[in-house]
């Protein structure tokens, strides 16, 4: 047997809610810690959630306390200085969308001519008006639509034109919002994945699944396909009621009685509307977020009989949008409606003003048929804008937990800093003490040395802070206080991912991705095409994996279900995960309850064979056990 040194992690046998964690160090110093008793309550925790009821209803309780605060907290920060950033979004795509708006102009304006034309036509049954235009000359308008009228062949051309216009626009549009999509959702997800591990101790994955699909889904046809049709109803508006003045300014007059209402109606309901966006996208992530986590731990979900209670946890979520979707509901009714009112207000009173202005003589038929048509149009085109307004309202509320996603900086970076390649005295724990955000200290000034090329082992009961102790030294978390050296430099200074790969870890519940197991173990390699056949054998040899996969048809190409959930056993996917971390050849090697998952021959022929390696090799090797 090969010596190991031991740390011993532990608890106190009197002291239940702050007694100490006793620390000796492998050969000096003691180190006392307090030792909370904590219970924990994330993801991974599925089983002990579901043991008890009481611990669940605390938990909704507390997600729908914390939901709240976090409401009102982005309610208030919602502001216009959102709108630049989304519009950012779109600068990339500024030629695309510049042929859209340049195809918009077109359509919009072959379709906006057509009315003015055909009013002339109109005006060549009125007398008085034939006759004026022979005293003064045919305008350029009038003899356009008699050129239309003998070529109707011109007539449709020019239409089929306009509806070319109209494809362009739609498909430039369309496709830019597509793009804008893929880059919100590619940029978020990348940032995410550098987020700490205190992130997701924070954020549920399924609530940041749902930001990506549905929110980005929000902001994106917000300043794409949304832009253009506000675009092309501005366009229309402006348009119309430039030729509405044009056609007869006295007719204005009681259009211009419903400007204000117009504006005022916007200004109220944009701003419901961002409020109730940001309310139904966080209730949306919630149900996610539940509904992802549950269906992940199906089995233990099945296992306790818990179907009934997750399904009304689902439906709570659930009601919580529907009361939201009520409120959403009525005020937009309402706002289509007032819009809608309006403008059929305003083209009632210009029909009977208008019919009164022609029995005085001072307008024409065609002049108010003309008339009618723009406010029609302007109508439609304040109808589409009130849309506009609506959706633009929501990709504002919808991007901004987005973007507070993608701009949360991570308090341990990626890469950068010292590099080193390898751990040539040992490793050093300093006066370190450490706390998981929202929880108790877990241990204070804890002090040991872990040399280099030997074995350590980390003992302690149950929930004593050994894995977290293999947390620290991944630098998944920093220490709260002291430090951890390294041959002499501070774990902080070094290059994060570098000094990862320089580890290779077994932890205590191993996760396999859904693919071959051939992937899976290369998945730690920097570059896993330069793994060889060879070594691939070798590992699965060490890791005692080898005879298991040569039973599979199709061996190492074996494709595993999600998690490695299915067609592995528990010990079949601890010892895909030895293999997985031997084929690095890390400089050190943690191994977390690493053989607790395998029989007592599985278990003997796996440390037999990690022996071996770690004789030739000489290694730094953590072992974490309970005994
Ligand atoms: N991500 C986390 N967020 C908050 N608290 C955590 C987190 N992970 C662990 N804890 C808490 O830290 C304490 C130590 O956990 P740790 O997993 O290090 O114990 P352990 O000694 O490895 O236990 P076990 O032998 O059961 O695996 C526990 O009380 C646990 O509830």
Redesign the pocket.
């Known amino acids: 047997m090969l010596p190991v040194s031991r740390i011993l992690?532990s608890a106190p046998l009197q002291c239940i809610r702050c007694g100490f964690l006793n620390l000796p160090s492998s050969s000096t110093a003691r180190s006392f810690c307090s030792f909370p008793r904590?219970?924990?309550f994330?993801s991974a925790n599925a089983i002990r959630i579901l043991r008890s009821s009481r611990l669940l209803q605390k938990e909704l309780k507390r997600t729908f306390a914390s939901s709240d605060k976090r409401k009102a907290l982005k309610l208030r920060e919602a502001s216009w200085s959102q709108f630049l950033k989304i519009a950012r979004l779109a600068l990339p795509y500024k030629r695309r969308i510049g042929l859209g708006f340049l195809f918009l102009g077109l359509g919009s304006s072959i379709f906006l001519v057509t009315p003015h034309i055909l009013g002339k036509l109109i005006d060549e049954f009125d007398d008085s008006k034939r006759n004026k235009a022979k005293a003064e000359g045919e305008d350029r308008a009038l003899k356009i639509a008699k050129y239309l009228k003998q070529h109707p062949l011109a007539l449709i051309l020019l239409l089929v034109a306009g509806a070319a216009a109209i494809v362009g626009r739609s498909y430039c549009m369309h496709t830019a919002g597509q793009l804008i999509i893929n880059d919100l959702r590619t940029k978020v997800f990348g940032k995410v994945l550098t987020h700490d591990?205190a992130f997701f101790?924070k954020n549920r994955v399924g609530e940041i699944v749902s930001r990506l699909s549905s929110d980005a889904l929000v902001v994106g046809h917000a300043v794409s396909t949304n832009l253009s049709d506000g675009l092309r109803s501005l366009f229309t508006i402006s348009g119309s009621a430039g030729l509405m003045v044009y056609t007869s300014t006295a007719l204005c007059k009681p259009v211009t009685i419903v400007i204000p209402i117009i504006f005022g109606t916007f200004y109220v309901f944009g701003k419901l509307q961002r409020k109730y966006t940001l309310m139904m996208q966080e209730a949306v992530a919630q149900a996610n977020g539940v509904a992802t986590e549950r269906l992940s731990n199906i089995k233990t979900v099945r296992i306790l009989v818990a179907e009934t209670r997750e399904l009304q946890a689902y439906k709570d979520k659930i009601h919580d949008i529907w009361e939201i979707s009520k409120k959403e509901g009525l005020f937009k009714g309402i706002m289509f409606g007032s819009f809608q009112l309006t403008g059929y207000l305003a083209i009632t009173s210009v029909l009977f003003y208008g019919t009164h202005l022609i029995s005085k003589g001072l307008l024409t038929y065609g002049e108010l048929s003309s008339f009618c048509l723009y406010a029609a149009l302007c109508v439609g085109g304040l109808s589409s804008l009130s849309t506009f307004y609506n959706e633009l309202m929501k990709g504002l509320g919808a991007s901004q937990r987005l973007f507070q996603l993608a701009e949360e900086k991570p308090l341990i970076p990626i890469t950068g800093g010292k590099k080193i390649d390898d751990i040539v005295k040992g490793i050093r724990f300093e006066g370190v003490a450490f706390t998981?955000?929202d929880?108790d200290t877990?241990f204070n000034d804890v002090s040991f040395k872990i040399p280099a090329g030997k074995i350590t082992a980390i003992v302690?009961?149950?929930?004593?802070?050994?894995?977290?102790?293999a947390?620290l030294l991944l630098r998944l978390y920093n220490p709260t206080q002291g430090r951890i050296l390294v041959d002499e430099h501070d774990l902080r200074e070094l290059d994060p991912s570098l000094w990862r790969r320089m580890i290779g870890t077994v932890p205590?519940e191993p996760i396999l991705f859904s693919t071959t197991i051939w992937n899976n173990i290369c998945y730690g390699a920097e570059n896993p095409a330069l793994i060889t056949n060879a070594q691939i054998q070798q590992v699965a040899a060490q890791s005692n994996s080898l005879e298991f996969i040569k039973t599979f048809p199709e061996g190492f190409q074996t494709v595993i279900g999600e998690a490695g959930h299915s067609m592995l056993s528990g010990g079949q996917k601890q010892r895909i995960a030895i293999a997985r971390a031997l084929v690095t050849d890390p400089k050190l090697l943690i191994m977390d309850?690493a053989t607790s998952a395998l029989d007592a021959t599985s278990e003997y022929l796996v440390r037999k064979a990690l022996n071996n390696l770690l004789e030739h090799n000489k290694k730094t090797v953590i072992i974490?056990a309970?005994r």
């Open positions: 992690l904590q219970s924990i994330n591990m101790d998981y955000p929880r877990i302690g009961p149950s929930g004593s802070g050994k894995s977290t102790v947390n205590q309850e974490i309970h």
